[in-house]
């Protein structure tokens, strides 16, 4: 199984870039969330979707959008690039909120320059 | 503003020595996970705790979750190098789905 599949691993933009991470899950999972890891810290919790057609947003949602058209798929997208933005992106998949495992990406390591 | 915050932040170790971490939230969670990070990769889960006062122990791993299920401590037997990584609790509090991880507790056992 692929579990959860982010791409890119690596991108460099330049301010007042966008861009959209894609993030791909075949578990079937309701629960999908985009999170951010700044160096030596833990995860800050950008969006989240208990399901297709619905988003909420998390701790630190200014300057990024999402969708959920579909149950698989929950890109996040990056209007215009600050160099505040530059972290490394985790999106997770979760079956059962409560007790469930989240399951991780490989990461996304964005830099804004 | 963070809603769990983990204590200490760093910890530097003998191999050997016994260690507590501790994540705290004047919030009551519906449930609580621990996970370890190693550098480069994504958090990988330990245990969740779901119970008030329930205590979890895997091998040298001994994880609690208060009473009031607004704090959860991991405590670590015998460290081993092997355990050095970044370790996270995360949880949603009742009611939400917003489901977020603390600040993190970075341990560092030296052989």
């Known amino acids: 199984n692929a579990g959860v599949t982010q791409t890119p691993k690596f991108r460099i933009l330049k301010i007042g870039q966008s861009m959209t991470l894609q993030c791909a899950q075949d578990?079937?999972?309701?629960?999908m969330y985009w999170y951010r890891q700044d160096p030596g810290m833990g995860l800050k919790l950008i969006y989240y979707s208990v399901g297709a057609g619905i988003t909420d947003k998390g701790e630190v949602p200014n300057g990024y959008n999402v969708s959920r058209s579909t149950t698989e798929d929950f890109p996040l997208r990056l209007e215009l690039a600050a160099p505040s933005q530059t972290s490394v992106y985790f999106c997770a998949s979760i079956r059962d909120r409560v007790t469930g495992e989240l399951f991780f990406g490989e990461g996304s390591r964005l830099t804004v320059l | 503003t963070q809603l769990l915050e983990q204590s200490p932040q760093f910890l530097s170790i003998q191999e050997g020595e016994n260690l507590t971490v501790y994540c705290n939230s004047s919030?009551?969670?519906?449930?609580l996970q621990w996970y370890r990070q190693e550098p480069g990769e994504g958090p990988v889960l330990l245990v969740t705790v779901v119970t008030g006062g329930e205590v979890k122990k895997l091998k040298r791993l001994t994880f609690q979750f208060g009473d009031a299920r607004k704090d959860s401590s991991l405590h670590i037997t015998a460290a081993q190098p092997g355990d050095t990584g970044l370790y996270l609790c995360a949880g949603a509090h009742s009611g939400t789905d917003k489901l977020i991880f603390g600040t993190g507790t970075r341990l560092q056992v030296f052989p």
């Open positions: 919030s009551v969670f519906s449930s």
């Open positions: 578990m079937n999972h309701n629960y």
